[in-house]
Structure formats: structure tokens, C-alpha cells
């Protein structure tokens, strides 16, 4: 499947919605989260956002829809098979931040 890339606009509209402080594109966050505990394996994302409602986890959504960007869930990050991995680059939907209680 062909995806398209993350484009400066998307990141905006990202940080729009998540708050600017909870998106991230250094080198650093995107190698973080590029790999789980899975040996040896790294597909670092181009942007990785952590949303705080479901709310926004569905406007990110919309966006990756619309713009068929690849997203990726994540939790801990400690999965040992790489099923959280985003293979495909695109947007790394971190959980850390989110709350049923708004």
C-alpha cells in the first residue's frame, strides 16, 4: 500500500489539537519510538503525537483519513513482536497522555 508523507501543514494541524508540547519530530523522540523490546528492529515514525481525550485521537484520525498517512498505536512500548511498530513511517499515536476522565 502507498501512503503519503507528513507534511509541515499536518504537524500544525497536529499540534493544534494535541497541544504543541506533545508533539514531537527530533531525532531522538522518533528514534525512541521507532522500536518497542523487539530485537534489533527500528522503523522510526515522522512525527509522533500524544493525545490526552478521545477527541483528539479521533481529529488525528480524521486527518490521517483524509491525508492517508499510516498511524501507528502505542502503549508502553514494551511489546517483544514489533506489533507496535510503524513499519510504514507515518504518525506514532503515543497512549501516554490519554484519559477516560475528562
Known sequence: MQFNKV???IIESLKKIAGEEFVFTDAESLHKYGHDETEDLNFPPQVVVKPRTA?????ILKICNKENIPLTPRGAGTGLSGGALPVYGGIVLSMERFSLKQ
Open 7 to 9: 507534511t509541515t501543514t
Open 55 to 59: 477527541e483528539e485521537i479521533a481529529e
